[in-house]
């Protein structure tokens, strides 16, 4: 897909999932979200390489060795009537970074939600993280301080599913 001096960025493979996982934990650590990860090879393979995937990923890969990815998959915007591009993830362990490798893998990102005629591209930040701020305006993103992420979880969720549930009936 990519070439970078000394880094390929590539689609990643159902061979690369164990390579995969692993950055996933490199990222939580850096977030300091370890206690969230419930992940396993088994259920990532399904979740990007199974009958129905949730997501897509691209793999950065230094000298054949792993050194980045980035998760992303598709939304719907009812305002534009089309499809848009959510990045759920991106990560370049820290012995890669600052040699433009998060930027190639967020611009093959965009060139993807492009190719497929998204009308968005979106992502969050933890609010904490403002040298991610900082790198995502460099490149033209905006901030929305007017949006807030929400989330329902666990037995809020069932409780949630099941009130929805009843009144199908």
């Not at 990643?12 to 934990?25: C, F, R, Y």
């Not at 650590?29 to 009958?51: I, K, P």
């Not at 054949?64 to 990045?87: K, N």
């Amino acid at each position: 897909m990519a070439e970078l001096p000394g880094f390929t960025i590539r689609p990643a493979t159902e061979a690369d999932v164990p390579e995969l996982l692993g950055l996933i934990w490199d990222l939580a650590a850096y977030e300091r979200l370890t206690h969230e990860v419930v992940a396993t090879e088994e259920s990532l393979r399904e979740a990007l390489f199974g009958e129905s995937p949730a997501a897509e990923a691209l793999l950065a890969l230094a000298d054949g060795d792993p050194a980045g990815f980035a998760v992303y998959f598709h939304t719907y915007s009812t305002f534009l009537a089309r499809r848009g591009m959510y990045l759920h993830d991106l990560y370049v362990s820290p012995a890669y970074r600052r040699r433009g490798l998060g930027t190639q893998l967020l611009r093959q990102v965009a060139a993807i939600a492009v190719e497929r005629g998204c009308g968005r591209f979106e992502w969050v930040a933890l609010d904490w993280n403002t040298d991610a701020h900082r790198f995502y305006e460099e490149l033209g993103a905006e901030m929305l301080p007017e949006w807030r992420t929400f989330r329902v979880v666990g037995d809020s969720l069932r409780r949630l599913a099941e009130d929805a549930a009843g009144s199908r009936g």
